[in-house]
């Protein structure tokens, strides 16, 4: 049976590197290598996956549930694409649709153009690193890495000369003869994410794979994907749920809730312009102003809160409210100040909370809502506020952001 | 300290004299019922035979070693190779396997099939293949027979449709031996295949169809390596039972194909040659052991090095 026969595109190898001096193997595939023809030749602009009206029903008649309900995006070529979510938003489904473990019910799904919805998963050049990492508990370390490219039928000599090369890259060379049962989870990550990279495909799939680490292993991996994504010039598709993870390592991220996208953007387009309440809410910490829309024209709007002070507010693009609108403040974007005239909001300290690099202060407000303002420490500076001292808050021109719904 | 130390001993002594007393009625059960019966086998198998049955105590022979594989010629006192003797080892052996072989073959994607249902229907499943052990060994061989006889399901049917004219004759072949033996002993090798397929970790599965591999090379490379204990289990279930069959080859196998069971069954009976009997008693069992050692190295030797 010939394998590469029907598959879309198989992923190349370096074989024939334009520069010829790679048979020690040790010839990272980085962007630079990309120039050399070495692997997938960077298109900028060019989508790596196009999702197109996707819809994914399991199970029947009565017991029928949307997975996904009719979800479009985009991912570009090169990119660090986050699937941003709570368990059950669709995050994972999509990433298999995408991977071919589950076929959608409805709509199709590009890679460079080419539908390939209709194809098994071995069929498509594209790879997953499993949450759960999925090593094969009867297979050593760099049998696991070359375990692909020996599916593909590459000759020998090509397989050993990868393999060497990825586990330089996950730094993982003086554990290759070792089991996958004889080493740590952060080293069996390393193996899960070379094992998954070894075969060169054109998208890197990767489910939650840092959940089951430690904080400080965590943060050594999210530099690390970088670094690889980065070195490898491979689109990468991540899943999690954690935001902080996604607003630090991705280009740019979709947050999803009850199958549907509901954002796509840049991590900072995300935090600072959230365009409805439940992104606002998932990521990061916010504050609900509820007020009166007094003007808005050009993306701008000028909003009277219930105090009667006005501030000015972004709005999300294409939308111009009238009447009663949310507007969200970061709690970093709004200032402690004296509960005078000029405060756009005054209330009553009660409960500081000392974070090291900064402070919380959990105000409630004089109509009883609640209120956070975040303040940076610094060694002796700002002023000491008990609980129960009266405060006013200032709202600069650009901290408020108005929310759809 | 030398206080310390002292009761910390007697301590021991004490825990090791209680273990001894809580396994003394297995160790006593396990000497007496399995082992004791073996020497009297072992004894039995060097004596002269009586002349109704049973051993001449006291006497030594070879006699009952040398008839398992020579006979002795009738008229010039020769000894040549017992031909009967050596195709009932023979059939005995090879039926064994060709069991194990295609209880495996049909025991395998059952197993699969079972492990791939959903976990409460999966429970059906396995009760479904256990129904046959709630009845007799011997009735379940006679309802074999029912359905191979010259007039049985098979044939009539056959006939009827007009596929053959005449009967097959299944009874009484090596054949209707082998169907017998796969009917009765499927569900041994079913069972330890979907308990090592259960806990399977299908993840796995679908990480070899991420990496490139077909449903052949995910079954050959993956799901195999992985639930071989059961495969290597099951196959041990199987074949001893088979090389020591007894009922099966009675019932469907008529007088003339008989197996080690039988032949040791007759030596006992008809043949009133016990250290016969003995002899080969013991030679099955050392057969059983040999294929043991063989199972367990190939099991043991995969472990470490195949990748």
Redesign the interface.
């Given at each position: 049976?010939n394998?590469d026969s029907d598959r879309v595109t198989a992923p190349q190898l370096p074989s024939q590197p334009a520069c010829g001096d790679n048979q020690t193997g040790t010839h990272l595939p980085t962007r630079a290598g990309a120039l050399n023809g070495v692997i997938v030749p960077e298109q900028p602009g060019k989508n790596a996956i196009e999702v197109r009206s996707v819809r994914k029903v399991f199970g029947t008649g009565e017991n029928q549930v949307a997975a996904l309900d009719t979800v479009s995006v985009s991912i570009r070529e090169n990119e660090f694409f986050t699937l941003l979510g709570p368990s059950g938003c669709g995050k994972t489904t999509l990433l298999r649709l995408i991977?071919?473990?589950d076929f959608p019910t409805a709509g199709e799904i590009l890679l460079h153009g080419q539908d390939i919805a209709p194809l098994?998963?071995?069929k498509r050049p594209?790879?997953?690193v499993?949450q759960?990492y999925?090593?094969?508990?009867?297979?050593?370390v760099a049998?696991n890495i070359g375990?692909?490219l020996e599916?593909?039928g590459k000759p020998k000599a090509e397989i050993e000369a990868r393999v060497a090369q990825m586990l330089k890259l996950v730094k993982m060379e003086a554990l290759k003869a070792r089991r996958t049962s004889q080493i740590s989870g952060g080293q069996q990550q390393r193996v899960a994410l070379a094992?998954?990279l070894a075969?060169q495909p054109k998208v890197l799939l990767l489910d939650e794979p840092l959940s089951a680490l430690d904080y400080k292993l965590r943060k050594e991996m999210q530099i690390e994907l970088k670094r690889l994504q980065h070195e490898t010039g491979i689109t990468f598709i991540f899943v999690t749920h954690d935001q902080e993870e996604a607003l630090t390592m991705s280009d740019r991220i979709a947050v999803m809730s009850a199958g549907k996208i509901l954002q796509v953007g840049t991590p900072r387009d995300i935090y600072d312009r959230p365009a409805e309440r439940f992104v606002a809410d998932f990521i990061g910490e916010t504050n609900f102003l509820e007020g009166e829309v007094k003007s808005a024209a050009d993306g701008r709007a000028t909003v009277r809160l219930s105090t009667g002070a006005e501030i000015p507010a972004s709005l999300p693009e294409g939308f111009t409210p009238s009447g009663g609108v949310t507007l969200v403040v970061r709690p970093e974007h709004a200032q402690i100040g004296p509960a005078d005239a000029n405060a756009s909001l005054r209330g009553t300290v009660e409960n500081v909370v000392y974070l090291g690099t900064d402070t919380h202060f959990h105000l409630k407000l004089d109509d009883g809502s609640a209120f956070i303002v975040r303040r940076q420490n610094s060694r002796g500076g700002g002023e000491a506020l008990a609980p129960g001292s009266r405060v006013g808050i200032a709202i600069g021109p650009n901290a408020a952001q108005a929310l759809k719904d | 300290m030398a206080n310390a130390e002292e009761t910390a001993r007697a301590a021991d002594a004490r825990d090791i004299r209680d273990r001894w007393l809580l396994s003394a009625p297995a160790l006593v059960i396990i000497l007496l019922a399995a082992t004791g019966p073996l020497f009297v086998m072992l004894a039995y198998s060097f004596m002269l035979k009586g002349d109704y049955g049973d051993v001449q105590f006291g006497t030594f022979s070879l006699d009952g070693w040398t008839s398992v594989l020579f006979q002795r010629d009738m008229f010039d006192d020769t000894l040549g190779l017992a031909d009967a003797h050596l195709t009932i080892f023979w059939r005995s052996i090879s039926l064994s396997f060709y069991t194990t072989v295609l209880t495996l073959l049909f025991g395998f994607p059952t197993a699969y099939f079972i492990a791939t249902r959903p976990p409460k229907t999966r429970e059906v499943w396995v009760f479904l293949v256990t129904i046959p052990f709630w009845t007799n060994l011997l009735i379940r061989t006679f309802a074999m027979q029912q359905v191979i006889r010259n007039e049985g399901l098979v044939n009539t049917a056959l006939m009827a449709l007009g596929v053959i004219k005449q009967p097959l004759q299944i009874m009484n072949t090596d054949t209707a031996i082998l169907l017998g033996m796969i009917y009765i002993y499927l569900p041994l090798m079913v069972l330890p295949i979907y308990a090592s397929m259960e806990k399977l970790?299908f993840?796995?599965v679908?990480?070899?169809?991420?990496?490139?591999?077909?449903r052949w090379?995910v079954l050959r490379?993956?799901i195999f390596?992985?639930i071989k204990p059961g495969v290597i289990a099951g196959s041990i279930l199987v074949f001893i039972p088979s090389l020591g069959a007894y009922v099966i080859p009675r019932v469907l196998g008529g007088g003339k194909n008989m197996m080690l069971g039988n032949l040791i069954e007759l030596q006992f009976g008809a043949g009133r040659n016990w250290p016969l009997g003995a002899a080969i008693s013991i030679t099955l069992m050392v057969l059983v052991m040999i294929a043991l050692l063989f199972y367990v190295r190939n099991a043991s030797g995969s472990e470490g090095a195949?990748?």
């Open positions: 049976m394998r991977a071919g473990f098994p998963p071995y594209v790879n997953t499993f759960s999925a090593l094969f508990p009867h297979m050593t049998q375990f692909g599916m593909l094992r998954a075969p | 970790d993840r796995l679908e990480a070899g169809y991420d990496l490139y591999a077909g090379q490379r993956i390596p992985l195949h990748g």
